[in-house]
T-cell receptor, first 112, second 111 residues
Framework: NAGVTQTPKFRVLKTGQSMTLLCAQD?????MYWYRQDPGMGLRLIHY???????AKGEVPDGYNVSRLKKQNFLLGLESAAPSQTSVYFC???????????FGDGTRLSIL | GENVEQHPSTLSVQEGDSAVIKCTYS??????FPWYKQELGKGPQLIID?????GEKKDQRIAVTLNKTAKHFSLHITETQPEDSAVYFC??????????FGAGTRLFVKA
């Protein structure tokens, strides 16, 4: 039972490059989330999805886009990476928005 | 805006002692309060949660208390062990995808 799987685990980008972070869950959860974690700031919500084909903005959405074409997958895209986007990115999923969230192990992204 | 303050940011205890982490939330509509443990290189994992209609909940060595009037909730770990060393996050949720996380507490348990 894999839970929430994120790929890649590490990535280094140059400013202006683009990339997509992948998240897959096998728990049949409707709700999925993308967070970024920065030192001393906890977890901040970037975008979330309430089901296949739906997405919505969270607290810090600028510079990111997302897609949920399949229920089990939630993709986070950076169209033109900036050094301020250097962070650890976590994907999570849950049955409902007031239920525990299950997190992946994160993607550590550095932008030079 | 709404926020969750978490204290202390770092906590060091001797093995066998108790550890207490405190959080204060600002949104009075918050009704769900989970606690997560994050080990190095891993994602956060739920260790205990409490809802607003309950004042206290216990699971073996871990307990959480909630004071809705004061908007405080706390995590208590008794008989700490070295494997309890990790970063702990509190969170407050109103539902509707509005979960606010505290900044985290790094707990060191010295053997």
């Amino acid at each position: 039972n894999a839970g929430v799987t994120q790929t890649p685990k590490f990535r280094v980008l140059k400013t202006g490059q683009s990339m997509t972070l992948l998240c897959a869950q096998d728990m049949n959860h409707e709700y999925m989330y993308w967070y970024r974690q920065d030192p001393g700031m906890g977890l901040r919500l970037i975008h979330y999805s309430v089901g296949e084909g739906t997405t919505a903005k969270g607290e810090v959405p600028d510079g990111y886009n997302v897609s949920r074409l399949k229920k089990q997958n939630f993709l986070l895209g950076l169209e033109s990476a900036a050094p301020s986007q250097t962070s650890v990115y976590f994907c999570a999923s849950s049955f409902r928005d007031d239920q525990p969230q299950h997190f992946g192990d994160g993607t550590r992204l550095s932008i030079l | 805006g709404e926020n969750v303050e978490q204290h202390p940011s770092t906590l060091s205890v001797q093995e066998g002692d108790s550890a207490v982490i405190k959080c204060t939330y600002s949104d009075s509509a918050s009704n769900y309060f989970p606690w997560y443990k994050q080990e190095l290189g891993k994602g956060p994992q739920l260790i205990i949660d409490i809802r607003s209609n309950v004042g206290e909940k216990k699971d073996q060595r871990i307990a959480v208390t909630l004071n809705k009037t004061a908007k405080h909730f706390s995590l208590h770990i008794t008989e700490t062990q070295p494997e309890d060393s990790a970063v702990y996050f509190c969170a407050a949720s109103t539902g509707g995808f509005k979960t606010i996380f505290g900044a985290g507490t790094r707990l060191f348990v010295k053997a």
